[in-house]
């Protein structure tokens, strides 16, 4: 019983940090979607940026990362 409630407690706490990606796999993920659907990787760059940055970039949010503390950005060259 205390074994059970040891390991519930250790999945509770670990849970919120396997979830949050790194930003880095993100992009490595949402530049291989892009891709996939044919768009040459020269023709597109893929920016991590702060929430308060955000509102001032050019070019789509595609994503977040750390929590949410960050967005991705997709802009056409």
């Not at 040459?40 to 509102?55: L, R």
């Amino acid at each position: 019983m205390k074994r059970r409630m040891i390991i519930a407690t250790l999945m509770t706490l670990f849970i919120p940090v396997i979830a949050s990606a790194s930003c880095e796999s993100v992009v490595e993920e949402i530049t291989q979607k892009i891709i996939n659907n044919g768009v040459p990787e020269e023709s597109f760059t893929i920016t991590v940026v702060s929430n308060e940055e955000a509102a001032s970039q050019q070019g789509t949010v595609v994503g977040n990362c750390s929590n949410e503390t960050q967005k991705i950005i997709y802009t056409k060259k």
